[in-house]
């Protein structure tokens, strides 16, 4: 720094552009803009530190020494513009304008043309010779000092500024005289005497010290407070707003002069082309208020050639200085262009990508900074249809956003009819229910979407649309779903099946017929840009997919592999159910054998097929996790079943007595036609046996039922004792397999074990395996090859990954069940009873059920990484379950040492940035997480 050692105020030439949190990122900007040579109007910045002292003196004056320095400053800018501040010959006028560490939009105004008073006022009509001029530049000043600095209400002003409009008859504020203004000027004194109690301060350093105080007192301003709440903005983000004093160029001298706003690239696109507007002879805040219609920057280069052409030039010096899009603020007074303001540009994510990708080819920044400037959550908005926003309709309903994307389609109130209308007939389908079930899963496949009445963001509606990137609203308590009606009711608004709705599980919103929409686009950028991501990550992003449709959109998002196929969603399709129940309700293990019999060449042909869409991909594959009763219906639905069954026997008994009776009616011909019809129209024993199959499965039930399944008989456990199970599933990946590697195909299976907590699980498991293994080898006559691993769910499994790893090639940390194991939680309940509590006061940072929770749960896992490499030091340790689609997460995976992550499809892309910026963040970057 050069001149005098200052506290508290730094001229443009001498602030540390850098020092965003000392001088304000508009502050900052100004400095630096300055120093590298842009023409900015000579100015100075007073720091957020002189705001925080000025706060903490009770704001009654400010501390000791800043308008001394601020007068040294301002003889500067009087230097260097060879004006004076309150020289009634060549007036000095500056603005006053707030910045803080982050941009706030709108939060504290900026007081434009101080230094105005009556000498000065005249001094600058007789220097510009322009009194329309000067009484506007007054006028603008009166308002903005008695809104911003002493709470005048803008209402009083703008009644005496319309009634001189309606006097003057003009309809625009161009068309306003200098007598007219003249007038306003004289009519706005007196509002602001009247209102204030004292007359408008004539002095320029009083008008500057009151400027300043009420910029600093604008921070804890009810506005900015809220603002801040609003969006989390700590003191470690912001302390405090800076002041900015400008000298005042004027885009309102004439019609060689304007005032405008540009992006130097498109920021709803990413086009590198300037993108803006501006107003001929006006000042900046008209461009902003919409007091006139501004005109597209374009047009700029027919109006003023020259001008556009130095434009244009800042655009490329903003850019190449600072390697980012920027959104800048000009000025144009007589055929002179200044550079009043630039910040980074905010750009939706298609524009992010494009900017990042060409501006990496142009040579503006390198791969590192193209991948690290993209928020990869942001990523997500690009792969989801969206509402368009230029449709604004009117939700009817409001639910939680579950699942993210939009959907239109017809109402549908249960799974079986969603699957006749989605999947037989071809129609867009809604599937509306108050709460959805492991038995709607193939409701799912064939909806667009899924609205509930009930339950939360982790709901089974919840979960499982996210699981296959379908948008879904939850919990709209507002919709009263009548099923047996089939209606839902919305207060006054009835809902039919076969109406058409719309519902964004982005925002949550509910709307009435068919909303227009925007694809999602997979551009060619996006593709380019996640490809350097992928050169950039140690870590590989493998994609959850249960089904073909789920493979192909993981592999088209770029997905390395799938690291965790759920064979349970195979069994609940519609054609399986049948023979899975069979298996389940079997009374010995033939029974069960013959129903496995049935279901391994079904189970083949799901894992070729998977194997052929993935080759050479890795395909791994867990063994059936549920505990079995979830394919049965339920205790009450089952009894209810019956009940009717029996009064349906009770209406045959009756129906065959009819039968009877009918010969005793009528004429014998007819009566015996009538009578058989009659004895048609139900089979007993088909009632009969319908009893029969329905009790036998409540039996069944009965004997399943578990106090706590989650915890109960379920994954390995299930394959340890019903061995026929496992067998068939890993007989049913094998044997595809092979049949895959006959036909030349390259594929690498992977077998996963679930829930396990001890060796000998694992090791009983796996004996199985390597007898099937040998089994399908020998009738194959080739070698077929696959790996062996285990999820890691259970706390014992963390503690004994050391003799686990002997037996397994791979782990998959589950992190969903681990994390319930490791708090003790049972989600749901946490989720819908203390979790929001826990988190409002602070007892749990996040959810831990959405960000893995690193100090817990992330130490067990690192745990059991190191001794199950100590043991087998290429062990393959990855991550399915939600968090594996989580940036914070990925984070830390990354620096846990894991090789991979499995995510749903839809959050593959964003995996991939993601892991990538955890590969470039430099080391211990995570460390406090
Ligand atoms: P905001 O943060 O709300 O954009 P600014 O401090 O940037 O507030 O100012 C509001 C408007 O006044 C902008 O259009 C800006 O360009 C204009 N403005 C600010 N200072 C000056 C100045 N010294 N000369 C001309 N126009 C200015
Ligand atoms: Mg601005
Ligand atoms: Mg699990």
């Not at 009194?131 to 709470?151: C, E, H, S, T």
Request: hydrophobic letters at 40%.
């Amino acid at each position: 720094m050069k001149g005098m050692t200052m506290n508290y105020v730094y001229a443009f030439e001498d602030g540390d552009g850098k020092n965003k949190k000392l001088l304000g990122g508009k502050g900052a900007n100004l400095c630096e803009m300055t120093q590298f040579g842009l023409n900015v109007p000579p100015g100075f910045v007073i720091t957020t530190e002189a705001c925080l002292a000025y706060l903490d003196n009770g704001s009654s004056a400010l501390p000791d020494g800043i308008m001394d320095e601020v007068r040294v400053q301002m003889q500067q800018v009087e230097a260097k513009t060879g004006k004076g501040f309150g020289d009634a010959d060549n007036p000095l006028l500056v603005s006053v304008r707030s910045g803080s560490a982050l941009s706030m939009p709108g939060m504290m105004d900026t007081i434009l043309n101080l230094g105005l008073n009556d000498e000065t006022l005249k001094g600058e009509i007789a220097q510009t010779g322009d009194p329309r001029f000067a009484y506007d530049a007054w006028r603008r000043f009166i308002q903005l000092f008695g809104k911003v600095a002493m709470n005048v209400p803008d209402e009083l002003f703008d009644k005496q500024f319309e009634e001189v409009k309606a006097q003057a008859h003009v309809t625009e504020d161009v068309g306003l005289s200098a007598d007219n203004l003249r007038e306003i000027c004289d009519r706005f004194l007196k509002v602001f005497e009247k209102h204030t109690g004292r007359p408008f301060p004539q002095d320029p350093y009083e008008q500057l010290e009151i400027a300043i105080q009420a910029v600093f007192r604008s921070w804890t301003g009810k506005r900015a407070v809220d603002y801040r709440r609003e969006f989390n903005i700590t003191p470690e983000m912001a302390n405090g707003t800076a002041v900015n004093i400008c000298t005042m160029v004027f885009g309102n001298r004439g019609n060689d002069s304007a005032t405008g706003v540009a992006f130097t690239r498109n920021p709803a696109t990413g086009e590198n082309v300037l993108f803006g507007e501006y107003l001929v002879n006006a000042q900046g805040e008209d461009v902003v208020a919409g007091i006139r219609t501004p005109k597209p920057i374009a047009y700029l280069s027919r109006e003023m050639p020259e001008m556009a052409r130095q434009l244009e030039e800042l655009r490329q010096k903003l850019e190449e200085h600072y390697h980012e899009v920027q959104d800048f603020e000009f000025t144009i007074e007589r055929g002179t262009l200044f550079c009043l303001q630039t910040r980074n540009g905010k750009m939706n994510a298609p524009a992010m990508v494009r900017t990042s990708v060409e501006m990496r080819e142009e040579g503006l920044i390198d791969t590192a900074q193209a991948l690290l400037r993209i928020d990869p959550t942001m990523l997500e908005q690009m792969l989801y249809p969206r509402l368009d926003n230029k449709a604004k309709a009117k939700p009817i309903a409001q639910g939680l956003p579950a699942s993210p994307g939009a959907a239109t389609g017809i109402v549908v109130f249960d799974a079986d009819r969603a699957e006749i209308m989605g999947k037989d007939q071809g129609r867009k389908v809604i599937l509306v229910r108050e709460e959805t079930k492991p038995e709607d899963i193939h409701g799912f496949f064939a909806s667009q979407g899924i609205l509930t009445s009930r339950g939360g963001k982790t709901s089974h509606a919840a979960v499982v649309a996210r699981g296959m990137g379908k948008p879904c609203v939850a919990g709209a308590e507002g919709i009263h779903v009548d099923v047996a009606r089939r209606v839902a009711e919305i207060g006054e608004v009835i809902i039919e099946e076969g109406d058409l709705i719309t519902i964004d599980g982005s925002s949550g919103n509910v709307f009435l017929g068919s909303i227009p929409m925007v694809e999602p686009d997979f551009t060619e950028e996006l593709n380019r840009l996640l490809r350097w991501a992928d050169e950039e990550s140690r870590l590989k992003v493998m994609a959850n997919a249960d089904s073909p449709t789920d493979a192909r959109r993981a592999l088209k998002y770029g997905a390395t592999g799938i690291g965790l196929c759920r064979t349970e969603r195979m069994f609940n399709a519609v054609d399986r159910l049948p023979t899975v129940i069979e298996m389940i309700v079997a009374e010995n293990s033939e029974e069960r054998q013959a129903a496995l019999d049935k279901l391994l060449p079904i189970q083949r042909d799901d894992f070729r097929e998977l194997f052929e869409i993935m080759a050479p991909r890795p395909v791994t594959i867990r063994l059936l996790d549920p505990p079995i009763h979830e394919f049965l219906p339920t205790e009450n639905q089952l009894e209810e079943d019956i009940a009717r069954l029996t009064h349906l026997q009770e209406s045959v008994d009756g129906m065959s007595v009819l039968a009877s009776s009918v010969m005793l009616l009528a004429d014998p011909n007819e009566a015996r036609q009538t009578s058989d019809y009659l004895r048609g129209m139900v089979d007993a024993s088909l009632v009969t046996r319908a009893i029969e199959k329905k009790e036998q499965m409540l039996r069944k039930v009965r004997i399943l039922t578990e106090t706590n399944p989650m915890l109960g008989h379920r994954g390995v456990r299930l394959g340890i004792t019903f061995p026929e199970i496992y067998a068939m599933q890993v007989r049913a990946i094998l044997e595809a397999a092979a049949d895959c590697t006959t036909r030349g195909l390259d594929v690498h299976p992977r077998i996963m074990v679930p829930q396990v907590c001890t060796h000998e699980e694992l090791r009983l498991v796996r004996k199985a395996v390597d007898q099937i293994h040998k089994e399908v080898e020998q009738a194959s006559g080739q070698p077929v090859h696959f790996q062996f691993g285990t999820m890691i769910e259970v706390v014992r499994a963390c503690m004994r990954a050391d003799s686990l790893a002997g037996d397994a090639d791979f782990f998959s940390f589950g992190t969903n069940d681990l994390t319930q194991a490791t708090f003790s939680f049972s989600r749901e309940d946490a989720e819908n009873k203390f979790l929001p509590m826990y988190n409002r006061i602070g007892i749990l940072k996040d959810n831990p059920f959405e960000v893995l929770d690193v100090k817990g749960v992330g130490k067990l896992m690192k745990l059991a990484v190191g001794w199950g490499r100590e043991l087998k030091p290429d062990l393959d340790v990855g991550i399915c379950g939600e968090h594996g689609g989580h940036p914070k997460s990925i984070a830390f995976c990354h620096e846990a040492g894991l090789n991979y992550v499995s995510c749903s499809a839809p959050r593959v892309p964003v995996a991939r940035l993601a892991a990538a910026h955890a590969s470039l963040r430099p080391e211990g970057f995570f460390n406090d997480r």
